[in-house]
């Protein structure tokens, strides 16, 4: 009997022998093998208390291992467990791993550095591309991380904030900021952009453009690293989203303009640390 090789066959081949490749080249770069795609509850020990996060890893992560790490800092008010899983709508297109943190007790910068090298520990992280998100109550964590660990922190997006003081702020480099408020945040937002834009080094006035449905965005000029605000003054404190969903829909603004989570996805790989 004479055996034949078909096209199919010779493809399937192909694609097996080219996945198992990429498997192994992506494995050889993390020293380790990939953990599997899910959703992950998860306990750190590391700091003064044990802090609950909560990680997502997509489906479309061992292709684009070593993954970006977007770290969201929880806010610390209302329905906790919607500010926790409330994002999980959302997340089905991230092309990295996401680790939303329990902030209702406050986290310290060695606490989150920790959650960092926790995550980095058993999953394939570009460390050059850890992120920090936050909004409310845990902006001020979040800026605190980026004053003192700005060689960890590629860049970040804080809005909806409260007053925090930066006068004892020294960021060793200058550290992309992307940031959006509505009409109950804007003195503490604006207060927030324009000092971080001086740590950015910016000497021109911002290019602000009008996006329609009160939002603006103003883009600020002549930085050693990006400034960017989503001025919104038909919100209140909330999230600006294309479509509201899910158990955080309660925390969300809808807005054809403007998405949150897109923007920051967005303003996250045009910066990764340098």
């Avoid at 500010?83 to 680790?99: E, H, K, N, Q, S």
């Avoid at 606490?111 to 992120?131: K, T």
């Amino acid at each position: 009997m004479t055996l034949r090789t078909t096209p199919f066959l010779i493809l399937t081949a192909a694609l097996l022998v080219a996945a198992a490749c990429s498997q192994t080249d992506a494995d050889d770069e993390c020293g380790q093998p990939l953990a599997a795609p899910g959703n992950y509850e998860k306990v750190s020990l590391a700091g003064e208390v044990e802090r609950p996060y909560w990680l997502v890893v997509p489906e479309s992560y061992p292709d684009v291992a070593p993954a970006p790490l977007y770290l969201h800092l929880a806010a610390g008010g209302g329905d906790h467990d919607a500010m926790m899983t409330g994002w999980r709508p959302y997340l089905d297109d991230i092309d990295g791993v996401m680790a939303i943190v329990d902030t209702q007790r406050r986290a310290t910068t060695a606490d989150l550095v920790a959650i960092v090298d926790e995550v980095s520990a058993n999953y394939c992280i570009d460390p050059h591309r850890v992120h920090v998100m936050a909004t409310s109550s845990s902006e001020a964590m979040a800026i605190n991380m980026v004053c003192d660990a700005s060689d960890r922190v590629a860049s970040f997006a804080a809005g909806l904030g409260q007053s925090v003081p930066l006068t004892d702020c020294s960021p060793e480099r200058p550290v992309p900021l992307l940031s959006f408020t509505g009409n109950a945040d804007r003195p503490f937002v604006i207060e927030l952009v324009e000092t971080w834009s001086g740590f950015n080094g910016c000497t021109a006035e911002p290019v602000a453009e009008d996006l329609g449905s009160g939002v603006t965005r103003k883009t600020y000029q002549e930085c050693q690293a990006d400034v960017i605000l989503y001025d919104i003054d038909t919100m209140s404190h909330a999230w600006p989203v294309h479509e509201s969903k899910g158990p955080g829909a309660a925390w969300t603004a809808e807005y054809k303009e403007v998405d949150y989570l897109e923007e920051a996805l967005i303003f996250f790989a045009d910066n990764p640390l340098p």
